[in-house]
């Protein structure tokens, strides 16, 4: 099963709404990804999380709060966000092979469409 | 860092011709993939392939890392076949995970 799991599908919130996204995998996969796609765009690339720790936070503000509770779900919290943040938002897993934790193929989700009013 | 370029960046093809995608890459990789995202937003992987010569039903993909490109060929294309194609690498060490997007080629299969 190379399935990953996000919800919800679509999400509008105001300005001042604290919301979550949420995302699920049962592959055994040790790195969880969010990425960031608007529209006509190409994903990009926004935090990066190895055996539950945040590895890469791609500068993103503060607004977005990853959290990677145990190794089968990662959550992004979000709170007073703008509307140049509505985007799709995409998250993903992979394996972790060897010491050195090269990360093997990555395996996304159908997204969350959010809306920023 | 590094740059990824696709080629063309929009395709239209009749049900049935054959087609080459081409993704080319500033620096040596560690990583790559192909992707195809549906009109629903959905990226499903087509390949893993940071080097050599794979298929997979219609489709296929060459990458030849030493001249930093990889070619995605699609067959007898069919309507499905419609949405937008990324090649995405991840250089330096292959440690991070940190995968760059090419800007897509947009591919319309016309009936």
């Known amino acids: 099963d190379t399935e990953v799991t996000q919800t919800p599908k679509h999400l509008v919130m105001g300005m001042t709404n604290k919301k979550s996204l949420k995302c699920e995998q049962h592959m055994g996969h040790r790195a969880m990804y969010w990425y960031k796609q608007k529209a006509k765009k190409p994903p990009e690339l926004m935090f990066v999380?190895?055996?539950?720790?945040?590895?890469i936070n791609e500068s993103v503000p503060s607004r977005f709060s990853p959290e990677c509770p145990n190794s089968s779900l990662l959550n992004l919290h979000l709170h007073a966000l703008q509307p140049e943040d509505s985007a799709l938002y995409l998250c993903?897993?992979?394996?972790?092979?060897?010491?050195?934790?090269?990360?093997?193929?990555?395996?996304f989700g159908p997204g969350t469409r959010l809306l920023v009013l | 860092g590094i740059q990824v370029e696709q080629s063309p960046p929009d395709l239209i093809l009749q049900e049935g011709a054959n087609s080459t995608l081409r993704c080319n890459f500033s620096?040596?990789?560690?990583?790559l993939q192909w992707f195809h995202q549906n009109p629903w937003g959905q990226l499903i992987n087509l390949f893993y392939i940071p080097s050599g010569t794979k298929q997979n039903g219609r489709l296929s993909a060459t990458t030849v890392a030493t001249e930093r490109y990889s070619l995605l060929y699609i067959s007898s294309s069919q309507t499905t076949d419609s949405g937008v194609y990324f090649c995405?690498?991840?250089?330096?060490?292959?440690?991070?995970?940190?995968?760059?997007f090419g800007q897509g080629t947009t591919l319309q299969v016309k009936p």
């Open positions: 995405a690498v991840e250089g330096g060490s292959g440690n991070t995970g940190k995968l760059i």
């Open positions: 999380y190895s055996y539950e720790k945040l590895s």
């Open positions: 620096d040596s990789v560690n990583n």
């Open positions: 993903a897993s992979s394996q972790v092979r060897g010491l050195a934790g090269a990360k093997e193929t990555q395996y």
